[in-house]
């Protein structure tokens, strides 16, 4: 049986706007998202709200409720008292567009700029192997559905807009430390990454992030502390220090701002050489990087110079075939684990400048 | 009950679009104030009794039992009872110099700079911020990557300096069973020892142990011992707030207790001699 509930909801856009009462017939069972498109169906057909799956996963409908960061579409109506005025406010953190919708884009240029998994270049694609108990801890931080709570209710940026170039929030923390503690991931620089260019140091650990997650990822324990701590091992421990001196280990060198992406298994043999994102273009407020690339010199060179078209082509094997010539049609009937790629066994991407067998059409005629 | 004061909305940077205009600092219905208060009250009421007690200088040593409260543990001036000094009292015995100056500091930068405490103060007192989707009650905001708050990341050495003075307090658990007779059991025992079970299991839940433990590792699956380690330390972990506020009230508790009974206000209970 349904009852009537009050609402007052934000309706406005980057111009200004204003909390607006609502009466909504609510019914049993229902989350302040069917509220919502109860009242876009009557009295608010205008009401913008942003939504897809209504089921938690796909963290569209983040928005707060009676103040706190939540999903419409887990917030049961039936934690509220029946005369108690639910308010409805859009995310607080990020730019408004209208209503309950809000300018999330902050967020992506933040994913932009964190390095992606650096595969090991000694190992194929395919070939890939890990234990279970190595992958746990990555795997918790999967679970992220990017509703981007933890990012909206983060004080750093929540109160102090002006962190926002040099903080990328509690979302991309939990991504430095998946890929940190990824078991195949290359690169070694991550920790000082997320430190110098991620602004980790503007965490005070209040636990916020954590609180409001709709994934009830662990945040702070098992993401942002073991990052600090892991800095703490790279720029703060003398004992490490002291090892690492007399022992002549994790050579790793110490990065600034800028020049966090100098090392890493992912530079051999100039495979990423050229693949630079930005291109030379300014950086934002002394924040950059490119997905998984890095910069090495000699590779850029050779990239600046081009390819030389008198170069002697490498032949690629043939696609592995069985006897009637076909790729196999399943890994089961393969000799090897996973699928046979169709170019070869020997070709990996992305393809290195020097093995392209790419020909101009016009390589071959004299010249006038 | 809501909080409506107005605000005026912060000027928005970059020139990019404005955040929605709500007047409201808060729009929180619950009692959000409520848990940094509690915590104000709390730790503001041990520290008071813990500073009372470390300069009282007196009343921390039962001579018939052995019994020693942690807060003057080892005792270090040379003001100090005989048998209450592990090593020496090689320190003046001025009233401004705490009798256990050799732990406390570490004790307290310790817990100064543990995560669970960070957290507790950094909202409670600091406002920075006092709750969840709260205003932080500060202009200006740049966490811990300037002086001061960048010796946080020392908490690793205080970790290391609880760690060795967990274990002088186990050697006074251990002397504490003591009587005139040379064996004996009370009371203060059980509660000697509860408090050395609750200090290493703070010590041993912190995040830095965590890490030092296994949590540096990238794979779990070459270090099995230091895994199944790091598994029981990350249960411990999960605990490490109520571990905090347990060993305060095992440490108060055992210091009042040692402290009533030397001072004669009450009788230890004893089982064996």
Redesign the interface.
């Given at each position: 049986m349904g009852s009537k509930r009050q609402f007052r909801i934000?309706r406005?856009d980057?111009?200004?706007?204003d909390?607006k009462d609502y009466t909504v017939e609510v019914n049993e069972g229902e989350v302040v998202l069917d509220v919502i498109h109860r009242l876009q169906a009557t009295e608010a057909p205008d009401l913008a709200c942003r939504w897809n799956c209504k089921a938690g996963k796909c963290g569209s409908c983040s928005m707060?409720i009676?103040?706190?960061?939540r999903l419409g579409c887990m917030t049961r109506m039936s934690t509220f008292e029946e005369s108690?005025t639910v308010?409805v406010?859009?995310l607080?953190?990020?730019?408004?567009?209208r209503d309950l919708v809000?300018?999330v884009s902050f967020n992506y240029e933040k994913a932009r700029e964190t390095p992606a998994f650096a595969p090991p270049a000694d190992v194929a694609p395919g070939d890939y192997r890990m234990?279970q108990?190595?992958v746990e801890r990555s795997q918790e931080f999967r679970k992220c559905i990017e509703c981007f709570l933890c990012q909206n209710?983060c004080?750093?940026i929540?109160?102090?807009?002006?962190?926002?170039?040099a903080f990328s929030g509690p979302r991309y923390f939990i991504r430095a430390a998946e890929l940190?503690?990824?078991?195949l991931d290359a690169r070694t620089d991550r920790r000082e990454y997320a430190q110098s260019d991620m602004?980790l140091?503007?965490?005070?650990?209040?636990?916020?992030c954590t609180?409001?997650c709709p994934e009830h990822i662990k945040i702070t324990?098992n993401g942002i502390?073991?990052m600090?701590?892991?800095?703490?091992?790279r720029?703060?421990?003398p004992l490490v220090w002291l090892g690492n001196k007399i022992f002549r280990r994790g050579q790793v060198p110490q990065t600034s701002a800028t020049s966090g992406h100098s090392s890493g298994a992912v530079t051999s043999g100039g495979t990423h050489g050229g693949a630079h994102a930005h291109g030379g273009g300014p950086h934002v407020g002394g924040v950059h990087s490119h997905a998984g690339g890095s910069h090495d010199s000699a590779a850029e060179r050779q990239a600046q110079q081009g390819v030389n078209w008198h170069r002697e082509v490498p032949h690629p094997t043939a696609p592995a075939v069985d006897a009637s010539g076909k790729l196999p049609l399943t890994e089961l009937t393969f000799n090897k684990a996973a699928a046979p790629s169709p170019f070869g066994d020997d070709v990996t991407f992305p393809l290195p400048p020097e093995h392209l067998n790419f020909a101009h059409p016009q390589q071959d005629e004299p010249k006038h | 009950m809501t909080t409506t004061s107005a605000r005026t909305p912060r000027p928005q940077p970059r020139g990019g679009r404005a955040r929605a205009a709500i007047a409201a600092k808060t729009l929180r219905t619950d009692r959000w104030w409520f848990a940094p208060l509690i915590t104000v009250v709390g730790l503001s009421a041990w520290v008071i009794y813990a500073t009372v007690r470390v300069f009282m200088h007196k009343w921390y040593w039962v001579e018939q039992y052995h019994y020693l409260t942690p807060f003057y543990s080892p005792c270090v001036t040379d003001r100090c009872v005989e048998g209450s000094s592990h090593f020496g009292q090689f320190l003046p015995g001025w009233w401004i110099i705490p009798d256990a100056a050799l732990t406390l500091p570490f004790l307290l930068l310790f817990r100064l700079t543990c995560y669970y405490y960070r957290k507790a103060y950094y909202r409670s007192f600091w406002l920075s911020p006092p709750a969840c989707a709260v205003p932080d009650g500060h202009q200006s905001y740049s966490g811990e990557t300037r002086f001061p708050l960048l010796g946080q990341n020392l908490h690793r050495y205080f970790f290391y300096a609880a760690a060795i003075i967990s274990l002088i307090n186990t050697w006074d658990a251990i002397l504490a069973f003591h009587s005139p007779e040379g064996f004996g059991f009370g009371l203060g025992n059980i509660i000697l020892l509860v408090n050395v079970v609750m200090l290493w299991a703070y010590t041993i839940s912190c995040h830095s142990c965590r890490h030092i433990i296994g949590g540096r590792l990238k794979h779990f699956s070459k270090h099995p011992m230091r895994y199944k380690a790091w598994t029981g330390v990350s249960w411990l972990n999960v605990r490490h707030m109520q571990l905090a506020w347990i060993t305060l009230g095992t440490l108060a508790l055992t210091d009042f207790y040692v402290m009533a009974v030397a001072a004669g206000w009450i009788n230890d209970l004893r089982f064996i001699n």
């Open positions: 934000w406005g980057e111009t200004g706007g909390l707060e009676n103040g706190k960061p108690e308010t406010t859009p607080r953190t990020f730019p408004v567009i809000t300018d234990e108990v190595d209710v004080h750093v929540r109160d102090h807009d002006e962190n926002k170039p940190d503690m990824h078991p602004g140091g503007f965490c005070n650990i209040t636990k916020c609180e409001v324990d502390i073991p600090k701590e892991r800095v703490v091992d720029r703060y421990d | -």
